[in-house]
């Protein structure tokens, strides 16, 4: 039993279930600088109240993961990543403070945390594509130690990578309001959904076509047959869900932009997987290099056959409990 791949998939399952729920979520924030009524905005709170601090313990959980399955790789990328992961940190804390305190507040505190809401909701998801950008660029190492500079991560790919994310974000958070939503805040968000899947589109391509210059290795994993053919499928159904979602009217059903823009993150960081595999510290350390003894694997491996599942059914449980449109009239405290 290969014990590293099957960590490694524990890891990309849990990083990809945060992208899918805590994406709209920091999507709402992303959004809330395009809505200026009162209502609206603690509408478009309201929508994700009931799940939102649930939906972090998927990145706590891919956290812990790398550190206990691939230490080697948790202390490479904490160490080269110290400031924009801290940064992220800090953000999320704000933003979680904010939250609170914003229903709390007397009327005339209201707009400050508003705007640290949506500042904390912003740089949030830009330091975690920043992030994600610079583990594509890749880390030098030598031996067992980050060899590089604690400012590496200032270069034009991983910034780029963290607008990106604030689109794809802010896409989820606009269809996820078409689905909880009605009447004008709904269209509001029709409207800007479309905005946002052309800069989805617009982004997408300028990393499809600025990897594969950049990095050889990429173009190799990319255009060499038969790899051409078999990976073809990924950017073809990512183009499919972008014009799907383009297409999508107010008769439509709801949840359909909200299925389509979460298609469409998942490809997109499907298609970024690919482009690095199998290494969890490009260019240079796999997957097997990084991981721990064997025995720390089987012994972790013993907790997380429990502790997923459990995890799995509270959050189904919760998003069934809170299903259909937000009403108005029912606040969170």
Not at 41 to 65: C, I
């Amino acid at each position: 039993m290969d014990l590293a791949m099957i960590w490694f998939g524990i890891i990309v399952f849990a990083t990809l279930m945060y992208i899918v729920m805590d994406g709209f979520d920091l999507g709402i924030g992303i959004l809330m600088p395009f809505i200026t009524e009162r209502e609206e905005r603690d509408l478009m709170v309201n929508s994700v109240a009931p799940v939102w601090d649930g939906n972090e313990t998927w990145l706590v959980l891919g956290g812990a993961a790398l550190f206990g399955a691939f230490p080697l790789a948790y202390a490479v990328i904490v160490d080269a990543l110290t400031i924009p992961l801290t940064l992220m940190l800090v953000a999320l804390i704000f933003r979680g403070v904010a939250f609170e305190f914003r229903f709390k507040a007397l009327p005339g505190h209201h707009g400050f945390w508003d705007t640290a809401f949506m500042a904390g909701s912003i740089f949030a998801t830009f330091f975690q594509g920043v992030t994600v950008g610079a583990v594509i660029e890749g880390f030098p190492v030598e031996g067992r130690a980050f060899a590089g500079g604690g400012l590496d991560w200032l270069a034009p790919f991983p910034l780029f990578c963290g607008i990106g994310l604030i689109i794809a974000y802010g896409l989820l958070g606009a269809t996820w309001l078409i689905m909880k939503t009605e009447h004008a805040l709904q269209m509001r968000m029709y409207h800007l959904s479309r905005r946002l899947v052309v800069l989805m589109a617009i982004s997408i391509a300028i990393v499809s076509v600025w990897t594969p210059f950049a990095y050889p290795g990429v173009a190799d994993r990319w255009f060499s047959l038969p790899n051409l053919l078999i990976l073809s499928p990924v950017p073809l159904l990512t183009a499919l869900c972008l014009l799907r979602l383009w297409r999508t009217r107010p008769d439509h059903a709801h949840h359909r932009p909200f299925i389509m823009a979460l298609c469409v993150t998942l490809l997109g960081f499907t298609g970024l997987g690919i482009s690095i595999w199998p290494h969890i510290i490009p260019p240079s350390i796999t997957i097997w290099q990084a991981a721990s003894p064997q025995q720390s694997l089987q012994f972790m491996l013993i907790g997380a056959v429990f502790i997923i599942p459990v995890i799995l059914m509270y959050t189904y449980w919760s998003y069934r409990v809170f299903s259909g449109k937000v009403n108005p009239d029912e606040a969170y405290h």
